[in-house]
């Protein structure tokens, strides 16, 4: 049995390489790491596909004897990257993008290479102190009190989950009540809130949507009256759910009136500010994002409005007593882990109990840069986002949405006097823009009628790339035109 032991551990060492072995491959990932980012100004924003090719990775060869570093690097440059959206480009303004700034890479890379374990203190507690330390700074950026608390997830979905979980047990929901609890939203509120309600088995509760003024704004008088008029009906109002910058259109909900709304009422008061919690950094942002103080729970996205690559959202609540009582556990393998160390273990307060050590690619940025460079980032996309406005309501035949209130902005091209052939014109120049691939921009509806949206809010996005945005708009214009 010694000798069968020993041969299986020669062959299971090849799993960490020795130290020259570990130096080669990090070159090679490090080569191919700087080359994707010096290349990225002339790379497209976008890249056509075919599904078949694609899907040939499908059958790509997992051996017992293993493969080249070279020849599995060139299938990941050639054929996992390139195909669909470049989200590193500063030319992506689709959907609300993610920066993937390399501080940030690095600090993943040394938090997979220490292993350690954040959701438990007894654990790591360097970890949790470490993510709990990116909690208070978020809480002293949004006004939170000092007793509040959260936890940073994998991003908006899975703490507007948390939250919709927290607010239900706050305000001691039960299934029989569930057909008659009022939710209240509007036609913007993102869908991953509809989804969360689900997944929390309030399938049931009633979706109140709150209609809208012409900047997509929740109307708060209408709000109160809805209210008013639910409890008359003997339903049970819980929940408002205002938006910080809606995916669709950037709008931004009236959150200091809400707030005393959701007071006089006794409703839980979120705000999803995934996309524009960050603004909060900036003059602009601080004034329009007046209330957010005063919400019971909200989420942000350090993968948005921070730059981060994907997969690092954050949850802050006023009472995280309540998170706790939601994430209740008992388990006697993990009895060793009860400390009185202060202050809450991400598993205590979250669905996750396997958890990666996300708060370095966060802390390691802010560390090393500061927070100035973060603040002038967003102060420039907001104007180069009204810049892009002004130019685009200057154009012959463009309909500007409104205003942009943070970096969304909408537009369509309406060469018609008929709303269904602009429709129409618009798609195609929407293909347009995909084959030449230069710069990509998403699509929505809006009340029926087809709209481009450039959202920007890139880090590499800068004045060049909203130049060659426009750039490309008229080209693609004039050969419809021509066409």
Wanted: hydrophobic content about 40%.
């Amino acid at each position: 049995m010694k000798e069968k032991i020993i041969e299986l551990e020669e062959l299971s060492r090849k799993l960490e390489p020795a130290r020259a072995g570990r130096e080669a491959l990090q070159q090679k990932a490090n080569m191919y790491s700087n080359h994707f980012i010096d290349k990225l100004p002339d790379e497209p924003a976008y890249t056509a596909y075919e599904k078949e090719t694609v899907n040939r990775l499908l059958d790509d060869q997992i051996t017992d004897e293993g493969a080249d570093a070279d020849e599995v690097l060139s299938i990941f440059s050639e054929q996992v990257v390139p195909p669909g959206l470049n989200l590193s480009s500063g030319r992506h303004f689709g959907y609300i993008p993610g920066g993937g700034l390399t501080t940030s890479a690095v600090g993943d890379y040394l938090a997979a290479i220490t292993n350690r374990y954040a959701g438990v203190y007894s654990s790591s507690p360097g970890a949790v102190a470490l993510e709990t330390r990116m909690i208070n700074w978020l809480k002293n950026l949004f006004g939170y009190p000092e007793s509040g608390g959260g936890y940073l997830s994998s991003g908006g979905s899975h703490a507007n989950l948390t939250a919709i979980v927290a607010a239900r047990d706050s305000k001691k929901l039960k299934g029989a009540d569930y057909s008659r609890a009022v939710v209240y939203i509007t036609e913007q509120t993102h869908h991953c809130v509809d989804r969360a309600l689900n997944i929390a088995g309030m399938s049931e509760c009633v979706r109140r949507k709150i209609p809208m003024d012409h900047q997509f704004r929740m109307r708060t008088n209408l709000l109160d009256t809805a209210i008013e008029e639910d409890k008359e009906k003997g339903l049970f109002p819980w929940l408002i759910v205002a938006s910080a910058g809606s995916t669709d259109a950037g709008a931004l909900d009236p959150l200091d009136e809400i707030a005393p709304i959701a007071r006089k009422h006794n409703l839980w008061f979120h705000v999803d500010a995934a996309y524009g919690g960050f603004f909060m950094l900036t003059q602009k942002g601080s004034n329009i994002l007046t209330g957010i103080s005063e919400s019971d729970s909200l989420v942000v996205d350090p993968h948005k409005g921070m730059f981060l690559p994907y997969g690092i959202g954050a949850l802050l609540v006023k009472g995280p007593n309540v998170l706790s009582w939601a994430h209740r556990f008992e388990a006697s393998y993990m009895n060793d882990t009860k400390v009185d160390s202060g202050i809450y273990s991400p598993a205590e307060i979250s669905p996750e109990l396997s958890k990666h050590f996300r708060a370095v690619r966060m802390w390691l940025p802010l560390k090393l840069h500061g927070v100035a460079p973060f603040r002038a980032a967003l102060e420039e996309k907001l104007l180069l986002a009204e810049m892009l406005w002004e130019k685009l309501s200057d154009t012959k035949q463009i309909v500007t949405g409104p205003k942009p209130q943070l970096s969304v902005v909408m537009f369509r091209w309406e060469p018609f006097g008929d709303d269904s052939a602009n429709d129409e014109v618009n798609k195609k120049l929407h293909k347009l823009f995909l084959e030449d691939g230069r710069v990509f921009l998403s699509v929505t509806t809006i009340d029926g009628r087809f709209y481009f949206r450039a959202a920007v809010l890139s880090a590499r996005t800068h004045l060049a790339d909203v130049d060659l945005l426009l750039k490309v708009l008229h080209e693609k214009m004039d050969s419809l035109r021509e066409g």
